[in-house]
C-alpha cells in the first residue's frame, strides 16, 4: 500500500500532502523536510526510487512540482510510477492544463481528485473517464449549491 | 483577484490565498493568519447564526491554514455540523477536514460516526461513498468498532452501485489493518472472493487489495481465489490492447490489476491442479513473449506500465522457485535489463536479480552478468545504482568469483560514498571469510579493507581476523609478516595498529629471524605508533609489550625502560597505569618459566558464527540479507570456520521472559550430535513454567546470599551476591550440566520495576559458548534507586537509643505487623543466621523477654536512607510469630513485613 503522498515545489514548499496511515504531527513535518532534501537533492538523471527506513521512494518532477510517493518495500516502483502520473493526468483533465497555481488555490479540490483515485493507500479506481465522471458529477452538484447561493446573496 | 478559481469557487478562500502568497515574511504571513483567525473565531461565537456557505468558506480557511503547517484548535464542531448539511459541497468540506485534522476528542467521534452512519443509510451513493472515504481516511478504532460490522454487508449486497462497492472494498481493507480483530469475514468470504469475477474491472481492482490482504492473514479460507485470479489474469493478458477500454493504460491492458492478481498469487504456493497451473505458466510466457515485442508506443508510460507486469511476473516466477525454464529467462531478460539506457530499469533489474540469484536454478545464469554488474558498479552516476550493483555482487558470489568480486568492491571503497561505506567493508569482510580458499589472501583483504576504509572498518571485523589468524596456524607467520610490513607505513589506521600490535604480540618470533624484522625493529614500530592511539589501543599494545618479554628476553631492558617512565606508570588513565604497573612487575619477580605460563600464545577460540555476520544482519534488518544468506549456505559447503551449521542469528533477541529474574536462554545444542543442526532447546521448558520457580527460588535469598536460583537437567544457575549501600553485586553462575556444548548461550536480566524492585542493572555480557560440564560466571552490577531490602546496612545501637528511635517511628502508617504461622524451624540459632543475613544489625539486651529478637538496619538507595526497625516475637508453643517493623518510609514497612513473614 502507500504510505503518503507529497507535492512541492522546486523551493520545497509543500503543496498537498496526503497521509494513507496515522501519523503525529511531529512526525509528519520531519517527514516532510526528510522528503524535500533528499528529493530536491538528486541529481538529474537519477532514478525515479530511493530507499528510505524500510519504505521506498518514488518521485517524479512535473514543470515546478515534485510528487513524491511513499510505498511499501513489496510494491511495484513502475506502477508507483504511474499512479503519480494518472493523478497528474485527472489534475491536468480537471484544471485544463494544470499548473502549481491551481494546486494552491483550489486544494480542496486537488484533495477531493486524490479521494477518487486512492482510498486508504490502494488504488480505487484506473479508468480516468470514471474517475473524471465523478468528479464533474459532484461539480455538477457544485454548480446547483453556488447558483442557489448567489440567490439567497441576491435576496438577502 | 486571482483567475485560478474552479467550480463553485469561494471568493473570500481565495482572497486570502493570495494575500498570504503575498505575504513578504514569515512574520508578515503569521500576522495575517493571526489575522483570519481572529475573523473566524468571532464568525464562530458571533450571534449571528452562520449559512452553511459561511461555515464551509471559514472551515476551509481554517485547513488551509493547518495545512501551511499552523496548529488548529477550533472549528471541529463547525466541521462536525458541515457533515450533516445536505448539501454536497458542504458535505464534502465537512468530510475533508475531519479527514485532515483527525481529533480523538471522544464526544466529537461520536458525533462524526453518526454523520457517517445517516450518509451510509442514505442509500445516496456520492453520500455514502464520502462517508466511507473518510472511514479509510481515518480508520480508527472506534470507526473500527462502529462500521466494521456494516461495511461487509454493502460490499457484497446486490444492489450497491460499482462505486460503492469500491469505496468499502478499500474502506474495509484500511479497518482490518488497523483492528483486524473486529473485522469478521466469516460468512462474507465466498462473496468477496468472487468479486475478482465481477464484471466491472474497477471493482475488481479495488476488491483484490482487500482479497489479498485477508489471503496473506488467513491463506486457508481464501485459497480458492488462486484459480479465480489465474482465470481473470489469463483474459487479461490475452486480449487485444484495445479490449478493456478505459482500463487499458497506454496500450497495455490493466496494468495495475494484472500486478495485483501476481501479486496475489505470491500469497501462495504454484496452483496444485494441472490445467490452473498450465493456464498459468502460460500467462507468465506470454508476458516474457511480449516484453520483446516492438513497443506500441514510445511513451515511458506505455513501457513503465508494460515492465511493471513483467517485474511483477519475474516476482512471482521467483517465489515459484520451481521452473528452472522461467527462472532463466527471467534472468536473460533482466540481463538485458542491466544495459538499457533507463536509469529506474537498470536500477531494477539489479534489485530483482539480487533475488534471483538466491535460486538454486537461476544462481549461475545471474553469474554470467558479472563484467555488466562490475561495471555499474564504477561507472552508475547515480548512488542509488551503485549501491543495488553492489548487493547484487555480494548476493551473486560463491568461491568460483570471490577474489574479483571481493577485489572489485575493494577498489570500489577507495571513491564510494560515505553512507555505503560501513556496509560495504562488512560485506567484504564476509565474503573474505566465506570464501577464503587460502587464508593469506583472507588476511590480505581485511588488512586492505583496514587500509582503505579504516574509519568503517567496525571492531567485529578486526576481531574476527585476529580470532581467524589464531585458530589457523598455518597463517600466523604469514599475517605477522603482512602486519609487519603494512605498519610500516608513515600513516597507518589505528585498526591496523591493533591488528598489528596483537598478531606481532603472538606470533612476532615467526619473523624475527629475519634481521629486518628482528624483535627491536619490531617493537620499535609498534612503539611509534603508541603515543598517536587511544587509550584502548595503548592498552592492547602494552599488552603486546609484555608479550614481547616473553617471546623475546633481549627486548626485557627496552620495554622495561618503556613501561617504567612516568607517562606510563604514572599514566592519569587508571588503565593504562594499572597495566604499566603490573607488567612491570610481573616482567620483574617472575621467573622464564612463570613468564612463559602467563604469557603462553593465545588458545584458539571456539568456533562460532561470525558477528560480523551478525552485525549485517542488524544493520539491514531483517530479511534484507538472510534470504541470501539461507541459500547461501545451502550452496556452499565447508566455510572458513569449518561448522557447516551456522548457529541461529546472535543479535535476535529471545522474548522477554514474564517474570522478575525472568532468566530465559535460548541454547542450541552445540554441533556434537552428528548432524544435528541448530536444534533450539529452551533449558527452562523442562521445568514447565520457569517463572513462577524462579519466584519462589527468589525469596530463598531474601536473608541469604548464595545458593542455587534455578536448577533443571541441563542447567544449573548459582547466586552469589554481595551488597554494599546503594550498590550491589551479583554473580551468576550458569552450569552445564550436559556432556554437550551450548552454543549461543544467551540469558537476559529482566528486572521489572515493580513495586519493590526498583534497581538499575547493568549486566556484563557473557561468552555465548558453554562447554559440557563447564560453568561460567556473570557479573551483574546493581544500584538501588529506591528500597530494596538486600541493600541493608546493619546499624549497632543501645537500648535507650533503640526505644527513642522505635518512639520517634509511632506514626501509624511507618508501622507495619504480622502475626504468622511459623513455616520453618523456629531454632534460635537459625532466626539469629537469617536476620544476619537479611543484613541488619542483631541486637542484645534491648527487648526485656530474651526469647525476641530486635534488629536495626538502614536500606540505602541512590537517592535515600531509610532506617528500619525490627522486632520479631516467636512462640514457640503455638508456633507462631509476631513480626513488627518501623520504617523511616511508610510503604517500606509493610513491604518488608511481608517479604519477611514467608521467611520464618
Known amino acids: 500500500m502507500m504510505r503518503f503522498l507529497l507535492l512541492f515545489s522546486r523551493q520545497g514548499k509543500l503543496r498537498l500532502q496526503k497521509w494513507f496511515t496515522p501519523i503525529s504531527e511531529r512526525e509528519k513535518k520531519k517527514i516532510i523536510r526528510d522528503m524535500t532534501n533528499m528529493v530536491l537533492a538528486r541529481q538529474p538523471r537519477s532514478c525515479n526510487f530511493l530507499d528510505w527506513k524500510d519504505l521506498k521512494i518514488i518521485y517524479k518532477r512535473y514543470a515546478s512540482l515534485y510528487f513524491c510517493l511513499a510505498i511499501e518495500n513489496q510494491e511495484n516502483e513502475l506502477l508507483a510510477l504511474e499512479i503519480i502520473h494518472r493523478y497528474v493526468e485527472l489534475l491536468d483533465k480537471y484544471f485544463g492544463n494544470v499548473c502549481e497555481l491551481d494546486i494552491i488555490f483550489n486544494f480542496e479540490k486537488a484533495y477531493f481528485i486524490l479521494d477518487e483515485f486512492i482510498i486508504g493507500g490502494e488504488v480505487q479506481e484506473t479508468s480516468k473517464q470514471i474517475v473524471n465522471r465523478s468528479i464533474e458529477a459532484s461539480d455538477m452538484l457544485q454548480e446547483d449549491d453556488s447558483s442557489e447561493w448567489y440567490e439567497v446573496e441576491l435576496f438577502g | 483577484m486571482p483567475a485560478v478559481s474552479k467550480g463553485d469557487g469561494m471568493r473570500g478562500l481565495a482572497v486570502f490565498i493570495s494575500d498570504i502568497r503575498n505575504c513578504k515574511s514569515k512574520e508578515a504571513e503569521i500576522k495575517r493568519i493571526n489575522k483570519e483567525l481572529a475573523n473566524i473565531r468571532s464568525k464562530f461565537k458571533g450571534d449571528k447564526a452562520l449559512d452553511g456557505y459561511s461555515k464551509k468558506k471559514y472551515v476551509c480557511k481554517l485547513l488551509f491554514i493547518f495545512l501551511l503547517g499552523h496548529d488548529i484548535d477550533f472549528g471541529h464542531m463547525e466541521a462536525v455540523n458541515l457533515l450533516s448539511s445536505n448539501k454536497y459541497t458542504e458535505k464534502q468540506i465537512g468530510y475533508l477536514f475531519i479527514s485532515v485534522l483527525v481529533n480523538s476528542n471522544s464526544e466529537l467521534i461520536r458525533l462524526i460516526n453518526n454523520a457517517i452512519k445517516n450518509d451510509l443509510s442514505s442509500r445516496n451513493p456520492t453520500f455514502m461513498c464520502l462517508a466511507l472515504h473518510c472511514i479509510a481516511n481515518v480508520g480508527s478504532r472506534e470507526m473500527a468498532e462502529a462500521f466494521a460490522s456494516e461495511i461487509p454487508r454493502i460490499l457484497v449486497a446486490g444492489d450497491t452501485m460499482d462505486s460503492v462497492k469500491q469505496s468499502a472494498a478499500l474502506c474495509l481493507l484500511r479497518l482490518y489493518k488497523t483492528s483486524p480483530d473486529l473485522v469478521l469475514m466469516g460468512e462474507w468470504t465466498s462473496r468477496v472472493v468472487h468479486l475478482l469475477n465481477d464484471q466491472h474491472m474497477g471493482v475488481v481492482t479495488a476488491a483484490i487489495s482487500l482479497i489479498t490482504c485477508l489471503s496473506q492473514k488467513n491463506p486457508d479460507e481464501f485459497k480458492t481465489c488462486v484459480s479465480l485470479a489465474v482465470s481473470r489474469l489469463s483474459r487479461i493478458v490475452s486480449s487485444a490492447s484495445t479490449d478493456l477500454q478505459d482500463y487499458t493504460y497506454y496500450f497495455v491492458p490493466a496494468p495495475w490489476l494484472s500486478c495485483k492478481l501476481l501479486r496475489l498469487l505470491q500469497c501462495y504456493p504454484p496452483p496444485e491442479d494441472g490445467a490452473v497451473k498450465g493456464r498459468l505458466v502460460e500467462c507468465l510466457e506470454t508476458i516474457l513473449n511480449k516484453a520483446q515485442e516492438p513497443p506500441k508506443s514510445k511513451k515511458v508510460q506505455h513501457s513503465n506500465a508494460k515492465n511493471a507486469i513483467l517485474f511483477e511476473a519475474i516476482s512471482l516466477i521467483i517465489h515459484y522457485d520451481s521452473e528452472p525454464n522461467l527462472l532463466v529467462r527471467a534472468c536473460n531478460q533482466l540481463g538485458q535489463f542491466l544495459q538499457h539506457r533507463e536509469t529506474n530499469l537498470r536500477y531494477l533489474a539489479l534489485e530483482s536479480m539480487c533475488t534471483l540469484a538466491s535460486s538454486e536454478f537461476s544462481h549461475e545464469a545471474v553469474k554470467t552478468h558479472i563484467e555488466t554488474v562490475i561495471n555499474a558498479l564504477k561507472t552508475e552516476r547515480d548512488v542509488s545504482v551503485r549501491q543495488r550493483a553492489a548487493d547484487l555482487l555480494y548476493a551473486m558470489c560463491d568461491r568460483s568469483n570471490a577474489k574479483q568480486i571481493v577485489a572489485e568492491m575493494l577498489s570500489y571503497l577507495e571513491t564510494a560514498d560515505y553512507s555505503i561505506r560501513e556496509e560495504m567493508v562488512l560485506k567484504v569482510a564476509i565474503l573474505a571469510e566465506k570464501y577464503a580458499v587460502d587464508y593469506s589472501w583472507y588476511v590480505d583483504t581485511i588488512l586492505n579493507l583496514i587500509r582503505i576504509a579504516g574509519d568503517y572498518v567496525s571492531e567485529e571485523v578486526w576481531y574476527r581476523v585476529i580470532q581467524i589468524v589464531i585458530n589457523r596456524d598455518d597463517v600466523q607467520g604469514y599475517a605477522a609478516k603482512t602486519v609487519f610490513e603494512a605498519l610500516q607505513a608513515p600513516a597507518c589506521h589505528e585498526n591496523m595498529v591493533k591488528v598489528g600490535g596483537y598478531i606481532l604480540g603472538e606470533f612476532g618470533n615467526l619473523i624475527a629471524g629475519d634481521p629486518r624484522s628482528s624483535p627491536l625493529v619490531q617493537f620499535n614500530l609498534l612503539h611509534s605508533k603508541f603515543h598517536l592511539c587511544s587509550v584502548p589501543t595503548r592498552a592492547l599494545l602494552l599488552s603486546a609489550y609484555i608479550k614481547f618479554i616473553n617471546l623475546f628476553p633481549e627486548t626485557k631492558a627496552t620495554i622495561q625502560e618503556v613501561l617504567r617512565c612516568d607517562s606510563q606508570i604514572r599514566n592519569s588513565d587508571v588503565e593504562l ?63 572458513l570456520n569449518g561448522g557447516g551449521d551456522r548457529g541461529p542469528d546472535t543479535a535476535s533477541t529471545p522474548s522477554p521472559s514474564a517474570d522478575l529474574l525472568g532468566i530465559r536462554s535460548a541454547a542450541p545444542v552445540g554441533p556434537a550430535p552428528a548432524g544435528a543442526g541448530s536444534l533450539l532447546v529452551d533449558v527452562f521448558s523442562e521445568a514447565g513454567p520457569a517463572a513462577p520457580s524462579t519466584r519462589r527460588h527468589f525469596y530463598r535469598f531474601v536473608c541469604k546470599n548464595n545458593g542455587v536460583l534455578f536448577e533443571n537437567q541441563l542447567l544449573q544457575i548459582g547466586i552469589k551476591s554481595e551488597y554494599r549501600q546503594n550498590l550491589g553485586r551479583m554473580y551468576l553462575f550458569y552450569g552445564n550440566k550436559t556432556s554437550v556444548q551450548f552454543a549461543s548461550f544467551m540469558f537476559c536480566v529482566v528486572a521489572l520495576l515493580d513495586t519493590w524492585l526498583q534497581l538499575n542493572v547493568q549486566t556484563k555480557q557473557v561468552e555465548p559458548l558453554v562447554e559440557g560440564g563447564a560453568q561460567i560466571q556473570q557479573v551483574l552490577n546493581i544500584e538501588c534507586l529506591t528500597d530494596f531490602s538486600d541493600f541493608f546496612q546493619p546499624t549497632e545501637m543501645a537500648s535507650n537509643d533503640f526505644f527513642q528511635r522505635w518512639k520517634q517511628l509511632s506514626q501509624p502508617q511507618q508501622e507495619a505487623q504480622k502475626i504468622f504461622k511459623a513455616n520453618h524451624s523456629m531454632d534460635t540459632e537459625v532466626l539469629k543466621a537469617k536476620l544476619l543475613g537479611l543484613g541488619t544489625a542483631l541486637l542484645d539486651n534491648v527487648d526485656p523477654n530474651p526469647e525476641n529478637f530486635v534488629c536495626a538496619g538502614v536500606i540505602q538507595t541512590k537517592s535515600q536512607q531509610v532506617g528500619c526497625l525490627l522486632r520479631l516475637e516467636p512462640n514457640a508453643q503455638a508456633q507462631m510469630y509476631r513480626l513488627t517493623l518501623r520504617c523511616s518510609k511508610d510503604s517500606v514497612s509493610k513491604r518488608l513485613c511481608e517479604l519477611l513473614a514467608q521467611q520464618f
Do not use: C, W
Open chain 2, 577 to 639: 597505569q594499572q597495566r604499566a604497573v603490573e607488567y612491570l612487575k610481573l616482567s620483574s619477580i617472575a621467573s622464564t618459566d612463570v613468564l612463559a605460563t602467563v604469557l603462553e600464545e593465545m588458545p584458539p577460540f571456539p568456533e562460532r558464527e561470525s558477528s560480523i555476520l551478525a552485525k549485517l544482519k542488524k544493520k539491514k534488518g531483517p530479511g534484507a540479507v538472510s534470504v541470501t544468506e539461507l541459500e547461501d549456505n545451502k550452496r556452499e559447503g565447508g566455510e
